[in-house]
């Protein structure tokens, strides 16, 4: 059951993350999940794990590493459909 919460939570914080940086009208759910996930991991690696916490992710450091992620990605795509 855990694994389900880390998935919703997941896809939550990179559908935020896609809104922050206006890139993820273009991102689908799993790329919302992979972003959050990802994200998350960065986030607290680099932040730690302060702020209030869900499913094991720390909220506000996992939003900003998703942001992050979302954000060299879509650099990263945009560049090669051009």
Do not use: D, R, Y
């Amino acid at each position: 059951m855990h694994w389900l919460w880390v998935l919703i939570i997941g896809a939550i914080i990179g559908a935020i993350a896609g809104a922050i940086t206006s890139k993820g009208k273009s991102m689908g759910w799993i790329a919302n999940i992979v972003a959050g996930l990802v994200g998350s991991s960065i986030g607290e690696a680099i932040l730690g794990s302060w702020g209030p916490q869900l499913a094991g992710m720390a909220i506000i450091p996992s939003i900003i590493g998703a942001a992050i992620v979302v954000a060299v990605v879509s650099f990263f795509v945009g560049k090669s459909k051009n």
